[in-house]
């Protein structure tokens, strides 16, 4: 069908006038708009991403927010505690009323307080959320730019190079990490690198959590770097006279960013509860420092006479978990292709 010569001269502009307006369709919207849009229509994602953020800004102002609305994490009160049972009081000055069922919880302790020592909860609990929003954080950039480079590097030239790093990745992740990460930690001086105390051992668990989970995100990296050095703009560069080094950087990585950002949301609460875990065991931070993992170890002993001790850690665990994959999930939702506009 053709497109009648006596049409109205404002029918023809329409179509001009309404992309100069910002009126555009689907055609015209960039990916990173579509992906917003699907994002924004998934109201799990958006909710978990609301709660990371949040989650991040606590941590950010951790000090602030203790200052306002609780004490210093380690300042102990020893007047609110039971001598006899190591419980928390209903009421410190008439010690007759027995043990407080809810932990301390008032206005001046807004989550409770931690039996026997009396330190504040919600402090506590904002510092650990600093602590393991740091370790993760850092390990999967660490992560990142291994798998990264590795993935990429084994996808694009292939050959004996490939082989090799596939190699190296089956090797990693066969690696009994939980146990080494216990002997290596459990082994380290209080001293070494120029680092002392938690500081030390902060580098160690970054060492260890990111230098031996590369493989995962390498091996995404490679397989998509294995498609993408078959499409069409690659051949073109090459074809242009492109080097490879040009090829890897301008065509191929920018391409691998969507992956890569979806991914590392997920990475981050497997690193969290690798963190967790090793403090729960007495071989990751050493206290007084705050961490959800400690935290949790501390409260097994109490759990009977204080369930809040025990309630309080366990949840901040599971809901920074729980937020990180729903955003996770969310964004490879948005930035998927295959999915309905």
Do not use: K
């Amino acid at each position: 069908m053709t497109t009648p010569l006596d049409a109205p001269e404002s029918s023809q502009n329409a179509a001009p006038e309404s992309l100069a307006s910002g009126t555009r369709g689907a055609a015209g919207r960039s990916l990173r708009q579509i992906a917003w849009q699907r994002f924004r229509r998934d109201r799990v994602g958006m909710a978990g991403g609301v709660v990371v953020v949040l989650l991040i800004l606590a941590a950010l102002f951790a000090p602030l927010l203790t200052a306002w609305f609780g004490y210093p994490p380690n300042q102990f009160d020893q007047e609110l505690i039971d001598p006899l049972t190591g419980g928390v009081l209903q009421d410190p000055d008439q010690p007759a009323l027995g043990l407080d069922p809810w932990g301390g919880i008032s206005t001046q302790h807004l989550l409770g307080v931690e039996p026997v020592n009396g330190r504040d909860l919600f402090s506590r609990i904002v510092h650990g959320a600093r602590t393991s929003l740091l370790v993760a954080t850092i390990a999967t950039l660490v992560c990142v730019a291994i798998g990264t480079v590795l993935g990429v590097v084994a996808g694009y030239f292939g050959g004996w190079i490939d082989t090799a790093i596939s190699r190296a990745m089956d090797i990693f992740l066969a690696f009994p990490l939980l146990l080494f990460a216990i002997a290596l930690v459990g082994v380290i001086p209080d001293g070494a690198f120029g680092l002392q105390g938690n500081d030390l051992r902060i580098g160690v668990l970054v060492f260890i959590i990111g230098f031996f989970n590369w493989p995962y995100i390498g091996r995404i990296v490679r397989g998509q770097t294995l498609t993408l050095r078959e499409r069409e703009f690659v051949e073109a560069s090459r074809s242009l006279g492109a080097g490879s080094a040009h090829i890897v950087f301008r065509e191929i990585l920018p391409n691998l960013v969507t992956p890569i950002l979806v991914y590392s949301t997920l990475l981050i609460p497997t690193n969290i509860l690798f963190e967790a875990a090793l403090s729960f065991l007495g071989v990751g931070i050493n206290p007084p420092m705050a961490t959800w993992g400690g935290m949790l170890e501390n409260a097994l002993r109490f759990y009977t006479t204080s369930p809040h001790f025990v309630i309080v850690p366990g949840l901040a665990i599971f809901l920074t978990v729980l937020a990180f994959n729903l955003f996770g999930d969310g964004l490879r939702d948005a930035f998927d292709p295959r999915s309905s506009d």
